[in-house]
């Protein structure tokens, strides 16, 4: 394995009850060194069972996973250096008990040999991620975005050379969620730690990713940095699971002025200006979204998604006329 790799699958297969539809096939993916890697696609592709294969929760029916130069056999398997230095946070923490503390449920997470530092190393890893005040209160009785920070500190305090993440932020409210994210990304480059990232939420996948895996049917279908995925997909799937798009056929793009033979057209919400002359379209609906509002606009049966910073200028029912700046063409039979 090169230098700069951690983790690596060979060709791995993992099938449930002999039924190929299910889990992943014949996967082969190198994740770099002190990097956020995520692994992204539709419900049911393959992201935990990927990730469970990483962490050795089992075993592939065919394939080999390496951590460094080691083999990462199924944790049944004994103890390996792998399974001490890697650290995984599901969606639940259900494996907590609920009657300890955060204090207590965090210190578990400390391996023997830095017990003595307890005071320091908890108190440290609850102000890292907010949850100092919660220290004496049950696990069980918290909240589910707060069971995630703490399930997070369990999982940090040990300083983990790799991190798996498994939807970690999904139950964490907006505000604390970007704060965590950005904690994240700060740890990872301070301590230098390895993360591979599941999560469904393309603003999360793309502004904390350094690598994407993009995974489709169990198989791997793309990959690359979030900024070429983002900007120039080579397939339809991958637009659709990072961005807020209108698709359409190319004989609706016709309407759009743009010409296209290669039969689907994607366009971005935030490639569509707004401007002054031009044919009309009809503002079916206005979605606020903060500091932008969608709108959501129609002509001849074409229907647009499109991001708009004027917030309050155009009106349900009212017309506007637009200019698209770009677009992504992809093949008929593509998904
Ligand atoms: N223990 C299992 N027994 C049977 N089938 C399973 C098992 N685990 C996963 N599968 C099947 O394998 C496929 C991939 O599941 P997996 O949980 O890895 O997908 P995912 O991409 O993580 O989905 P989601 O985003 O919904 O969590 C699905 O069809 C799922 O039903």
């Known amino acids: 394995m090169k230098d700069d790799l951690i983790l690596e699958t060979i060709s791995v297969t993992k099938n449930f009850f002999g039924d190929k539809s299910t889990g992943v096939n014949n996967i082969t993916i ?11 696609g ?5 992201k935990t069972t990927l990730l469970n294969l ?14 460094k130069e080691e083999q990462v056999l199924s944790r049944d398997h004994g103890i390996q250096h792998a399974h001490q230095v890697m650290r995984m ?37 609850l102000n890292m991620l907010n949850i100092y005040p919660l220290k004496d209160y049950p696990f069980g009785k918290l909240s589910g ?41 700060q740890i990872v480059r301070e301590w230098k730690t390895t ?3 599941v999560s ?26 979030p900024d070429v995925l983002y900007h120039s997909p080579n397939l339809l799937y991958t637009s659709q699971i990072l961005a807020s798009g209108s698709k359409i056929t190319s004989y609706q793009a016709k309407i759009c002025g743009i010409k296209s033979r290669r039969g689907i057209v994607v366009i971005y919400a935030e490639n569509i200006r707004i401007v002054s002359f031009g044919k009309k379209w009809f503002v079916k609906m206005v979605l606020f979204k903060g500091f932008y509002e969608e709108l959501i606009i129609e002509r001849e049966g074409v229907t647009l998604r499109v991001m708009n910073y004027k917030r309050g200028k155009y009106k349900t029912g009212s017309q506007v006329s637009i200019k698209i700046t770009k677009y992504f063409e992809f093949g008929k039979w593509e998904n």
Do not use: C
């Not at 994740?31 to 692994?39: D, F, L, Q």
């Not at 923490?93 to 190393?121: A, F, Q, Y």
């Not at 995630?148 to 305090?157: C, E, H, M, Y």
């Open 54 to 67: 990483l962490y050795g929760t089992i075993q592939p029916d065919h394939g080999e996973v390496f951590f």
């Open 42 to 46: 539709e419900s049911g592709s393959g």
């Open 145 to 185: 975005g707060e069971k995630q920070r703490v399930t997070i500190a369990k999982a940090l305090i040990s300083r983990p050379q790799v991190l798996l993440l498994d939807e970690p932020f999904n139950q964490v409210d907006a505000f604390y969620r970007e704060a965590l994210q950005h904690d994240i990304r």
């Open 30 to 40: 190198f994740v770099p060194k002190g990097k956020i890697t995520a692994i992204v």
């Open 200 to 225: 469904h939420d393309p603003a999360e996948i793309l502004s904390m990713a350094d690598e994407l895996i993009v995974i489709k049917e169990g198989e791997i279908v793309e990959n690359g940095s």
């Open 89 to 125: 946070v599901t969606q639940n923490g259900i494996d907590m008990n609920p009657d300890s503390t955060v204090w207590e449920t965090i210190r578990d997470g400390l391996p023997p040999e830095d017990l003595s530092h307890e005071i320091k190393r908890v108190t440290e890893a």
């Open 195 to 197: 993360v591979v990232l």
